[in-house]
């Protein structure tokens, strides 16, 4: 069985930066391609970044673009994902997720597959 446990979250001014990590158990993670989303209140779920096992493929939303980086330790069974330059938008509950049947690829980002395994999440405020 697949867990995932999220942490890096937590208050951030505007402009600041935050790095999430993801931490998986009871799997090989580089068998397994991990996709990063968010949830803000009253707002629907949203893909943010997703990275292949192997490193090759990384896919992030537009609106994250250049400001944050998905990377992964497979030997540590981690994923990250460095935010810098926030605002007050980014601010939500970020979570991880993963399913081996589907691949990192824009789709994934844009929320067209259903994952099978999720985190608890993470809250990220960018707030003054």
């Known amino acids: 069985q697949v867990q995932l446990v999220e942490s890096g979250g937590g208050l951030v001014q505007p402009g600041g930066s935050l790095r999430l990590s993801c931490v998986a158990s009871?799997?090989?993670?580089?068998?397994?391609?991990i996709g990063w989303f968010r949830q803000a209140p009253g707002k629907e779920r949203e893909g943010v970044a997703c990275i292949s096992g192997n490193h090759a493929v990384r896919e992030y939303a537009d609106s994250v673009k250049s400001r944050f980086t998905i990377s992964r330790d497979n030997a540590k069974n981690t994923v990250y994902l460095r935010m810098n330059s926030l605002k007050p938008e980014d601010g939500a509950v970020y979570y991880c997720?993963?399913?081996?049947?589907?691949?990192?690829?824009?789709?994934?980002?844009?929320?067209?597959?259903?994952?099978?395994?999720w985190g608890e999440g993470t809250l990220v405020t960018v707030s003054t």
């Open positions: 009871g799997v090989i993670l580089e068998d397994y391609d």
């Open positions: 997720a993963t399913d081996k049947r589907i691949k990192c690829t824009r789709g994934v980002v844009y929320g067209y597959y259903r994952l099978e395994f």
